[in-house]
Structure formats: structure tokens, C-alpha cells
């Protein structure tokens, strides 16, 4: 059989790259050539710009063609991020467009959530379109079954933060952790991302970064249909955990430093808190975490990055002797490590030294921690990281929540009881032997004839068979 070539096309921001890449990956050792095709945002900053660099470094053997795209307005640039990343991505079609007609042959368009505009390049130029779903499969079945069940609902989310939603295949959630853009059934974004949802059915079929048994409820409530009564559901393929697996160079060729302290630590010893590319503290609750973890006592790795009230002072690194209590670096460095901005994660969560991961509750994250077989301590933060933390701790036990994350601001003792809770504690050692489970499990899923596999011949299928 012929090579056939596939199209990946991610969302704005390295966080939608990265399980793009990862996925990138599958194809290529299926023998499928592939490129991804990369929305050159206007809105890109010097973080983000290094972390795509140094993905790109990371990853020689994939093909990264960035697009440009018409300067728009700012308008919605602050307020409304999912109004401003539809709009540029609504532009980039053209470029989009002409980039896939510039290629030899296209033979399969594989889509982020956010990307349903390009369904329309797609079906001009025959090209079957697929989805790829970066988040829990617990998320796929809320979103898909909102369009259906918000016109219904009593009222806003915003307005019932209380008020427990009940949705096929998923446990029962607070309307305060909905995803933020929805809160508002009136307003443009969540309109915006309820036709989303909607056009998602239009898909030849759905990718998703799980597996089979991790999600099991969720599964089969979609595959019923029992999100999208009366609307057929494209095929299912979880085809996860896919998550990167060395990166510790941060693409300089030396290893970072964090890892050479760990090496000198106890096994299950540490405290590690990331909160991915976009997470930022106050410095108010920089100072509580630095509190919450000396008073544990416990080893701790944690990452540090500017408060959003500091970021404009013209520096990218944090300050951190102005950002953390008087003395705490003295105090805690036999015990802690405390790095700028960015650490290898998924080296870090995989080092024998690490006990527990405190996380923003971010997919890809979470996903490390699992085959990694990390227990975690969930804080989200944004976007749809509190229906995540819903789906961890209460279907798939991996983790416990820090209490109080959707107020203003998390006390010490409460980062000090979580951390005790599950480096001490029976419940603790309860939650890392399910996450033993969890990652062997995922683990199988992956091999030859596991249940990830087997979904993804069953697209090579499909695109042997296309019809369009």
C-alpha cells in the first residue's frame, strides 16, 4: 500500500501542540507520513515561543509548517481567549487551504476541539476530517451532550454554582466546575463552543488521549449514543496515554539541574508542583504555598513562575526571594528545589525520588502522572482543568483535591494537609497503589493487541476504506 499522509492541525498554544505531537508519533511508527500544520499566532509570547522551540528541537523526525495568518482585532484578546483563538483560527483557513492543496495528497485531516472551522476546508477539498480530543473522555461526553441539555436547564451555570448536574457516563458535577467558557449559557463563548461541540458530530471520527479502562463509563455512554440523542456518534478511538516520554535537556543538551538533585533524594520522597504553561499564582498565594510546604516538612520540587500582577516588570525569570516568605529558601534548602518557570515533567514524575505531583489538573499532565504512577494532589486552575479534577478524583481515583481552589486564595494549612495526606497517610498509599494499577494498565493498552492499539487499526481501517 501506498504511503498515505496525514494532517495534524492543533489549536493555539503549546498545550495543544504537545498531545499533537505525541499523537504525531503514532502515525509515523504506523508507517503514515505527517505533518502539522501550526497557526503562527499573533498573540504568542516569549514563554510560549521557547517552549514551541524547544518542542520542535525535541521532536527532529516530525514536520512543524507554521501558517500565517491576517493580523484581527484585539477586541476579544483579554476577555474572551475562546472568541480570540476562534477568530484567528476562523482566518488561518485560507492559508490552511492552500497549504493542503500544496501537498502532493492529503488523506486524512485530523482536527483540534477548537479547530471545527476547518470542517469547511476540509469537505472543499474531499479530505476525510477527524478530531482529535486532547482532554478526558469524561469531557467529551459533558460537551457533546451540552448542546442538548443547556437550552433545558434552568438557568445559567454562573447563576446555580451549587446546583449538582448529572451527565451520561460521568459523576455528578458542581455547575461551578463546568469549563469557565460555558458558565454563561447567554454569552458569545459559550455559544461559541456549543456549536463547537455540535459540529464535532460532523467528524469521520474522534481520537481521544485515554484508554479503555480508565474511562470505562464514559465510553459507553457515547458509544450508546447516550450523550447525542437522536444524532449519530462518530466512531470512537482511544488511543492513549500518549505523553512524552525524555525532554530533560529543555533542548540546551545538558540535564537540568533539578534532576541531579533528585538523584540525591529518598525514593518517594519529594513533592513535585508543576502547573503547566500558562499556570500563575498571585504572590499572595506564593507565600501560602511556601508555608503549606515547609510546615509539611516534606522534600518538595516546585516550579515558580512570575505572578501575573509582577509580569510586567520586563523580566521572564521570578524574583524569588521578593515572591516567597522572608528566609524560606535559606530554611528549605537542604529540602526543596524551587526552579524558574519550567522543569522536564515528565522526567521529573517518572525519577524513583518523587512521591506525589500536585497539578493544575491539565489532561496531558495528568496523563504523566498516571504512567508515571504518581498519586496526585488536584488544584485547577482554568479552562476545563475543575471538570478534570471531577473525573480524577471521584471515577478514576488518582487523586485528592486541595479544598477552597475556586476561591481567592488556598491557605497554607491546607497545602500542608494535602501534602501530609498523601505522603503519610493510609489513603495516601491507597491512591498509589491504584496509580500502579493505572499506569501498568495503560501501560498494556499501548502493546500489541492492547485496547489502544486495536482503536487505532481500526482508523487505518477506516482510512483504507475511505469513501468521501
Known amino acids: 500500500?501506498?504511503?498515505?499522509?496525514?494532517?495534524?492541525?492543533?489549536?493555539?498554544?503549546?498545550?495543544?501542540?504537545?498531545?499533537?505531537?505525541?499523537?504525531?508519533?503514532?502515525?509515523?511508527?504506523?508507517?503514515?507520513?505527517?505533518?502539522?500544520?501550526?497557526?503562527?499566532?499573533?498573540?504568542?509570547?516569549?514563554?510560549s515561543a521557547d517552549a514551541v522551540a524547544r518542542l520542535a528541537a525535541a521532536n527532529p523526525d516530525i514536520?512543524?509548517?507554521?501558517?500565517?495568518?491576517?493580523?484581527?482585532?484585539?477586541?476579544?484578546?483579554?476577555?474572551?481567549?475562546?472568541?480570540?483563538?476562534?477568530?484567528?483560527?476562523?482566518?488561518?483557513?485560507?492559508?490552511?487551504?492552500?497549504?493542503?492543496?500544496?501537498?502532493?495528497?492529503?488523506?486524512?485531516?485530523?482536527?483540534?476541539?477548537?479547530?471545527?472551522?476547518?470542517?469547511?476546508?476540509?469537505?472543499?477539498?474531499?479530505?476525510p476530517a477527524y478530531f482529535f480530543f486532547a482532554s478526558p473522555l469524561g469531557d467529551l461526553a459533558i460537551m457533546l451532550h451540552l448542546p442538548f441539555y443547556y437550552p433545558t436547564a434552568a438557568s445559567s451555570f454562573k447563576d446555580m454554582p451549587e446546583t449538582v448536574l448529572r451527565f451520561p457516563g460521568v459523576p455528578p458535577i458542581r455547575a461551578l466546575d463546568m469549563v469557565t467558557s460555558v458558565q454563561d449559557r447567554e454569552s458569545d463563548v459559550s455559544r461559541a463552543r456549543q456549536r463547537q461541540c455540535a459540529r464535532m458530530l460532523e467528524a469521520r471520527g474522534i481520537f481521544v488521549n485515554t484508554f479503555d479502562w480508565l474511562e470505562a463509563r464514559a465510553l459507553e455512554a457515547l458509544r450508546c449514543g447516550l450523550c447525542t440523542p437522536g444524532h449519530s456518534m462518530p466512531p470512537l478511538h482511544c488511543i492513549g496515554p500518549l505523553v512524552h516520554v525524555i525532554g530533560n535537556t529543555g533542548g540546551s543538551?545538558?540535564?537540568?539541574?533539578?534532576?541531579?538533585?533528585?538523584?540525591?533524594?529518598?525514593?518517594?520522597?519529594?513533592?513535585?508542583?508543576?502547573?503547566?504553561s500558562l499556570g500563575v499564582f498571585?504572590?499572595?498565594?506564593?507565600?501560602?504555598?511556601?508555608?503549606?510546604?515547609?510546615?509539611?516538612?516534606?522534600?518538595?520540587?516546585?516550579v515558580v513562575r512570575t505572578p501575573p500582577e509582577h509580569q510586567n516588570d520586563h523580566s521572564i525569570e521570578p524574583d524569588l526571594e521578593s515572591l516567597l516568605p522572608e528566609g524560606f529558601l535559606e530554611r528549605t534548602r537542604e529540602s526543596g528545589f524551587v526552579a524558574k518557570n519550567w522543569a522536564p515533567q515528565i522526567d521529573v514524575l517518572r525519577h524513583k525520588a518523587i512521591g506525589a505531583f500536585v497539578t493544575h489538573c491539565g489532561w496531558n499532565s495528568a496523563?504523566?502522572?498516571?504512567?508515571?504512577?504518581?498519586?496526585?494532589?488536584?488544584?485547577?486552575l482554568y479552562a476545563e482543568q475543575r471538570m478534570n479534577k471531577v473525573h480524577m478524583v471521584k471515577e478514576m481515583r488518582i487523586g485528592v483535591v486541595v479544598e477552597g481552589y475556586e476561591d481567592e486564595l488556598v491557605r497554607a494549612e491546607e497545602v500542608e494537609a494535602k501534602v501530609r495526606l498523601v505522603m503519610e497517610?493510609?489513603?495516601?498509599?491507597?491512591?498509589?497503589?491504584r496509580l500502579v494499577m493505572a499506569k501498568e494498565i495503560g501501560e498494556d493498552a499501548?502493546?500489541?493487541?492492547?485496547?489502544?492499539?486495536?482503536?487505532?487499526?481500526?482508523?487505518?481501517?477506516d482510512l483504507e476504506n475511505k469513501r468521501t
Open 63 to 127: 514536520a512543524l509548517r507554521f501558517l500565517p495568518v491576517p493580523p484581527c482585532g484585539a477586541d476579544h484578546h483579554d476577555s474572551l481567549p475562546v472568541i480570540r483563538i476562534t477568530e484567528v483560527l476562523r482566518l488561518a483557513n485560507p492559508a490552511l487551504r492552500d497549504f493542503l492543496r500544496a501537498l502532493p495528497a492529503v488523506h486524512a485531516l485530523v482536527l483540534d476541539m477548537f479547530c471545527t472551522d476547518a470542517l469547511d476546508v476540509a469537505a472543499e477539498l474531499a479530505v
Open 282 to 302: 498571585s504572590a499572595a498565594q506564593l507565600k501560602e504555598m511556601a508555608r503549606g510546604l515547609e510546615n509539611a516538612g516534606h522534600r518538595f520540587l516546585w
Open 367 to 380: 496523563l504523566e502522572g498516571i504512567v508515571s504512577g504518581v498519586p496526585m494532589i488536584c488544584w485547577p
Open 425 to 433: 497517610s493510609d489513603e495516601g498509599n491507597k491512591l498509589r497503589e
Open 253 to 276: 543538551g545538558e540535564t537540568h539541574a533539578c534532576l541531579e538533585w533528585l538523584d540525591a533524594q529518598p525514593d518517594r520522597s519529594v513533592v513535585f508542583l508543576s502547573f503547566g
Open 446 to 461: 499501548l502493546k500489541e493487541s492492547g485496547s489502544s492499539d486495536v482503536a487505532f487499526d481500526e482508523f487505518l481501517r
Open 1 to 47: 500500500m501506498a504511503q498515505k499522509t496525514v494532517v495534524l492541525y492543533p489549536s493555539l498554544g503549546v498545550g495543544h501542540l504537545n498531545p499533537m505531537v505525541e499523537l504525531a508519533k503514532v502515525f509515523l511508527r504506523r508507517g503514515l507520513a505527517v505533518v502539522i500544520a501550526v497557526v503562527d499566532s499573533p498573540d504568542k509570547d516569549a514563554v
